[in-house]
Every structure is written in C-alpha cells, then in structure tokens.
C-alpha cells in the first residue's frame, strides 16, 4: 500500500494500492481528506433524507459517500478509467451496482463543495460526469447558500437553474422531487 504523487498520472491498478481514500480522475489522483466540516456532513444528511424518502417506493437507489462511481471509455469495469465518490448518488439501474460501487454514470449526482473540493467539482468532476451521461447533476455551494442544477441536453450540461437560499431545487430528470434549500442550510 502506498500513496500517490498528487502530480503524476495513474491507473485504476495504481489506485488500487493506495492507502486511504482516493478518486482518479483523467489519471490524476485527488486525496478525499481531510474530513468534511461539520456543515458538509450536515448539508449531505438532509439531501440523503429527503432523496430516500423521494425514492422509497421507486426503483432507484439512494448512496452516500464514501461510495465508489466507476468510468470506464470501454465499457469494461476491471480497470475502468475513472474512479469517483460522490457526496450522494441516486442509481436507477440495479444492474448498475455490485459490492464495490457503481459501474456507470448514476441518473443523479450531487456533490457538496468544500473549499478543497471546488474547483474539482466545477470542472473535472463537471467534465466527466457530462462526458459519461449523469443526467442531472447538482452543486450544493454552503458558502454561497445555492444549488448549482445541471442537466444533461444533448450530451452537454445545462444550467437549468440557480436555486438561493428560501427557494425550493427542483429535479429536471425527477419531476416531482423538490428539496427546500432553507432546511439544508440551517444550521449556519
């Protein structure tokens, strides 16, 4: 076991070695520490809350980090390309899950920026979740107190809206889901 060089290019065996926890991404290695703040955790409870409750009787499945997403350019899950783990993801496709993860893109991402985590989230995450066909992907900013929603037209992200502090998210993929913004940032 070891830990990378945050500077080199690796492989989905190379990731394999590693001590902790560890996302690649176009061969690049992102540390997932330090632990989240205590608002993070807060934020990505309320979201896993209200998504399960959403999804309790519909054939999609609810996950919370730590949660590995794998991508692969072929298809193929023993060395895919690509390793994530998002703060929460909804799969609706059983077929999708096996006991190490994910093999494919989840209908939805959401990922809860951190200030270590921003610019990942914004733009390689962002990249490479359009490349691979997440459908809807939200951006919880605690700092800002919005929710970037992207959904995917055409093979390219949209911003389908910004959603502020006393508005409600609305889903583009999930019609009837709503989540009030109020509630996830409570706690400041």
Same mark, same amino acid.
């Given at each position: 076991?070891?830990?990378? +060089?945050e /500077?080199k290019?690796? %492989?989905?065996q #190379? !990731?394999?070695? !590693?001590d $902790?926890? !560890?996302?690649?991404?176009?061969?690049k290695?992102?540390?997932?520490?330090?632990?989240?703040?205590?608002?993070h955790?807060?934020i990505? $409870?309320?979201?896993h809350?209200a998504? =399960?409750t959403f999804?309790?009787n519909r054939?999609?499945f609810?996950?919370?980090? &730590?949660?590995d997403?794998?991508?692969?350019e072929?298809?193929?899950y023993?060395?895919? +390309?690509?390793v %994530?783990?998002p #703060?929460?993801s909804?799969?609706?496709s /059983? +077929?999708?899950i096996s006991k190490?993860?994910c093999y494919g893109? &989840? %209908?939805?991402?959401?990922? *809860?920026?951190? &200030?270590s985590t921003?610019? /990942?989230d914004?733009n390689?995450k962002?990249n490479?979740?359009?490349k691979?066909g @997440?459908?809807?992907? !939200?951006?919880?900013d605690?700092?800002n107190q919005?929710v970037?929603?992207?959904?995917?037209? +055409?093979? *390219?992200?949209q911003?389908?809206?910004?959603?502020?502090e006393?508005e409600k998210?609305q889903?583009f993929?999930?019609?009837?889901l709503? @989540?009030p %913004?109020? =509630?996830?940032f409570?706690l400041e």
């Amino acid at each position: 076991m070891s830990n990378p +060089d945050e /500077k080199k290019i690796y %492989t989905y065996q #190379d !990731w394999l070695t !590693w001590d $902790g926890t !560890w996302e690649l991404i176009n061969g690049k290695a992102y540390n997932m520490s330090p632990a989240p703040t205590s608002l993070h955790q807060f934020i990505v $409870g309320e979201l896993h809350f209200a998504l =399960r409750t959403f999804f309790q009787n519909r054939s999609c499945f609810v996950f919370v980090a &730590p949660f590995d997403v794998f991508f692969s350019e072929s298809g193929e899950y023993e060395t895919p +390309d690509h390793v %994530t783990q998002p #703060d929460l993801s909804v799969v609706c496709s /059983k +077929d999708q899950i096996s006991k190490n993860g994910c093999y494919g893109a &989840p %209908t939805l991402i959401i990922e *809860v920026l951190s &200030p270590s985590t921003a610019l /990942k989230d914004f733009n390689e995450k962002f990249n490479l979740y359009q490349k691979y066909g @997440v459908q809807e992907y !939200w951006i919880v900013d605690p700092g800002n107190q919005t929710v970037h929603v992207y959904s995917l037209q +055409d093979g *390219v992200y949209q911003v389908r809206n910004l959603y502020t502090e006393q508005e409600k998210v609305q889903s583009f993929v999930f019609e009837d889901l709503q @989540v009030p %913004t109020g =509630r996830l940032f409570s706690l400041e």
